[in-house]
């Protein structure tokens, strides 16, 4: 019986030298590999506010509003609910940018609240000026633009919306007069373009 009280007695005193087996987390963050899937965080400056990481989040955790704010403007706003995340980097994969979102290697996600697990990006919308329906983030029309370079002009709100942002553009007012072939030259949703485009050709209806 004394020899392993004795063993036990040098494991003890060992211990004690050489500190803790275990990792000293939380006093000290853990050590993490390089491509651990961590909390997914936005880019404002990469991210065009498309809407595609919402689309294929299979766990929903992306949510995807129009706001109108107190200034009257209109938002396109992207909740991420990092409480709903399983870290499936699908988001990353799709992202149309492949920049506007990625995983962290931030861990440690817990919250005294779930409003404290939320990651917000919101983008202006660009509006129909008909409808005044928004139509899709400015800066989504602006990288469509990108991509199409000169083609863009194939695309009459993407070109006027390129035009605007190059200060080669101003919106003129507009009077109570019904939809007419002027409005072609104007900032449309796919609705009132295709309005506007068959008044052109077949009159008005
Ligand atoms: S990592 Fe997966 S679950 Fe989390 S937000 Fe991205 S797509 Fe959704
Ligand atoms: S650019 Fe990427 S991160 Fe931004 S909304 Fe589109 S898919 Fe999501």
Redesign the pocket.
Known sequence: MKWPKLRELKEAVTSFVRGPYTHPFPAQPTPVPANI?GK?VYHPEKCIGCGA?SE???????ELLEVETPDGRLVRRLV?HTD?????????RCCTTKEG?S?SSEYELSALSRDGMREVVEKEMVRCELCHRGIAPRDHLLWIAGRLRGLAAANQTVFLVEMEELGLRETAPRDDRAMNRADIQRVLCAKCRRGVTLQDAWGPF
């Open positions: 899937r997914p990481c294929v989040c299979p766990a929903r955790a992306i991420l709903n995340c399983i870290f499936c980097a699908e988001c990353v979102i995983l």
